[in-house]
């Protein structure tokens, strides 16, 4: 059965040569650039900047989308191969009134997408992402006259930029001093060559695995542990401090320790917080799937934490909204807004060996200090037009047989809070999949809390 081309508040992904190409690209470029032309009425010419992973078929999306976009009189500038938070950065920093990362993120390479960023780099609201899609539905696109249709150009600075930006973060003559041995996997993807720059720059000595920007990705791109089997052995052989992981685009930063021991992605976030809140007491926004270690550790500083939907663009909101000094997501995705609103690996690399160079602890000791939960992630396939009514079955049972100690949150799927732990089950917003998340302190009431929800979907 061919997949859905899946559209939604997170962007636009397909599998290349079955459901998505030139042609679909080109439409959502002129969907995106009639958006524009609405939204920014009083600008000539709104600038757009075009980012791309490192896949295969890369140069086509941003060829075909370009296209699109300089057909409804907008001007493109072409990146080429950045990051999603340097392509955020970077069209904040030339005055675009908008952005696109061409990348399907964690997916196989088989899989593209297209995400559309607003002028300060955040993804769009559900909202206005709907009207951009509504567009591209109604095949309704304002073209221009043969002597209006915009030009293109390109710029290579992004990665300067971003290396730049981030590192004001740091004391680099602290981290410099200490001589760092890291091992960093980039997983042929879009951070091969600002990240490689960024532990250079920082004095680091770095064992590089999938250095290449080729797009031929060496293993399963998503970072976790499974797909990681080659990270801890270098770390242990080399006697490195770190070992980094990241995903395609580069907003996804996972940590194994000196040990070679895969810590999990939700200790990317905690330590990145336990390092903020030692500095300064504020607030951090993360998302309904985060772990309950941010809250603990946000307690202990005198701090608060805000609960968000899944998804940058929320947490970004509540971010900037509530003056949070710092927030991002659990699947190891930091947001600081001093480099941007996006989930940034580069700034959580920064920021741990920041924490690392201060304590003159190892990474193990760290994480010891942290209160430890087991979390518990599973997913099934689910077609989209299936979700709500999964959703529907599980809420009605909790609804009916969730106790008084029971906390239930259905602004993202459904959570249910006890006092024993908590689970929750959300269509995801990228794939046509439903995804079971549940945590404790015992891993047997995690996987109980998980068997619960999964006795009671029907599809």
Known sequence: MKTQLIIGISGIRGIIGENFGPKEACEFGMAYGTFLQKHFAD???????????SRPSGPMLAAAVSSGLLATGCETIDLGIVTTPGTALMASHLGCQGGIVITASHNPVQWNGIKFLRDDGIAYP????????RIYHEKVFNLCDSLNVAKGSSNDGSHALHIETVLKLCDKDLIAS??????????NGAGCVATAEL??????????LNSEPTGIFAHVPEPIEENLSELGPEITKNNAVVG????????RLVLIDEKGTFIGEEYTLALVAKYIFSKNKGKAAVNLSTSRMIDDIAAQAGCEVLRTPVGEAHVAKAMRENDCIIGGEGNGGVIDLRVGPVRNSLAGIVLIL???????????ELVA??????????KFECPQDKAQDVLAQVKDHFSKEAGETAKIDVSDGIRVDLPEGWVQLRASNTEPIMRIMAESTDPQVSEKLIANVQSLIRL
Request: charged residues 30%.
């Open 199 to 208: 532990l250079r720059q920082l004095g680091c000595e770095t064992i590089h």
């Open 126 to 133: 559900a909202d206005q992402a709907k009207e951009i899609h």
């Open 43 to 53: 600008v000539d010419s709104p600038k757009i900047a075009i980012g791309r992973d």
């Open 354 to 364: 920041q924490l690392l160079a201060e304590t003159g602890k190892n990474l193990s």
């Open 178 to 187: 200490k001589k760092f041995k890291v091992v960093l996997d980039s997983v």
């Open 244 to 251: 980094f992981a990241q995903d395609p685009d580069a907003d």
């Open 369 to 378: 200090e942290i209160p430890s939960y087991q979390m518990i992630k599973t």
